[in-house]
């Protein structure tokens, strides 16, 4: 009888777990960031802000060097 109410036990432990850690499906708010850089050339990216649309230019002509943006579009 023991052994019964051990395996009832642990099977009723597994089902509240797998209720306990699964969240729901879509979660509060958009957890990306607001910028996603999209590839023009070798050298050349794109960064779109995603929440207003505003885009801007990065350019890097050399390695050792930080990129220079344009500033965001209107």
Request: hydrophobic fraction near 40%; charged fraction near 25%.
């Amino acid at each position: 009888m023991k052994t019964w109410s051990t395996v009832l036990l642990g099977v009723a432990i597994l089902f509240a777990a797998q209720f306990a850690h699964t969240g729901p499906d879509k979660a509060a708010g958009d957890r990306r960031g607001s910028f996603e850089g999209v590839a023009a050339s070798d050298n050349t990216i794109w960064v779109v802000d995603t929440r207003s649309g505003r885009v801007r230019k990065c350019t890097q002509e050399f390695a050792d060097q930080t990129p220079r943006c344009s500033k965001l579009s209107n």
